[in-house]
């Protein structure tokens, strides 16, 4: 299919570049970057260091992708950023590579970054996620699949948020945000579970059920974690959406974000 390089561009001679890729005016290709076939990048792009980047992905102007840790632990060296297929990276996104020597920062499949957004270094991103407009990610953050955070919405290092979830405009998130529940407020708070997300996703109604009925135990009943889990262990039919929400809590590092209070703006 050939390759469209607007000539105001600059691209390293020993990046590899695939077919049918286009790069616009005013675009840098380092040395070390990887470009699947069919991949568009507008202008004013820049794509530095060990930088992969999949197949039919859209960059729009301004995104810089690859450049060093903003880290004090950052002492140079070789490190990455893999970025998969079908990615939408909007205006002016930054995505950092990682901290230590072969360490990565990775974004999977079909994700939708819009404008200002920022990855930090050794971030772990999967598939079909949003970030809306200067959302932001700190460093070891673990975004799980179909992850929906908004715009303004900043994120603590080494917090997970599990799949399906969905973040609010402007939240801080200090904690773990468990799968299948929505999230806001500044320090955030879980506001019940994402049934519109689980429906949208054709989650069964008997899963949407159980998940509804262990997060009423986890977040309502009173009990502790560990005696909420045991209750749901014991009482609820094992599904495999109600077995991944209790591992993801039993091995929570940071803590879970609270159920807020009934009454709280």
């Known amino acids: 299919m050939g390759v469209n390089i607007h000539p105001t561009a600059i691209v390293n001679p020993d990046a590899e570049i695939g077919d049918g890729v286009e790069i616009g005016p005013y675009s840098i290709i380092g040395e070390n970057v990887k470009i699947g076939e069919g991949t568009k990048i507008g202008p ?10 999949g197949k039919r992905c859209q960059i729009l102007q301004g995104t810089v992708i690859g450049t060093p840790a903003q880290d004090t632990h ?12 079908d990615n939408l990276i909007r205006e002016y996104v930054t995505i950092h590579r990682g901290t230590g020597e072969d360490t990565t920062t ?3 499949n ?9 990855i930090a270094h050794n971030c772990w991103v999967g598939n079909g996620v949003v970030i809306a407009n200067m959302g932001t990610l700190a460093g070891y953050v673990k975004i ?13 290092q080494y917090v997970r948020v599990g799949a ?11 904690k773990d945000i468990p799968p299948f529940t929505m999230a806001d407020g500044h320090p955030a708070s879980l506001w019940g579970l994402n049934t519109v997300g689980l429906r949208r996703a054709n989650f069964s109604l008997k899963t949407r059920n159980y998940l509804l009925k262990a997060y009423k135990i986890l977040f309502r009943s009173g009990l502790n974690t560990s005696q909420a889990l045991e209750k749901i262990e014991n009482e609820l039919e094992e599904i495999p959406e109600v077995k991944y929400l209790c591992d993801f809590i039993r091995s929570s590092k940071r803590g879970i974000c609270k159920e807020r209070k009934r009454g709280d703006e």
Do not use: P, Q
Request: with cysteine; net charge positive; aromatic share 10%.
């Open 44 to 53: 004013c792009v820049s794509i530095e260091g060990w930088t992969k980047i």
């Open 74 to 85: 950052y002492k140079g060296g070789r490190s990455f950023v893999e970025i998969g297929d």
């Open 106 to 108: 990775h974004i999977g």
């Open 110 to 118: 079909k994700n939708f970054l819009m404008a200002y957004s920022h």
């Open 144 to 156: 799980e699949d179909r992850v929906m955070i908004g715009g303004l919405t900043a994120i603590h």
């Open 164 to 174: 399906y979830a969905m973040i609010g405009g402007c939240a801080k998130v200090v």
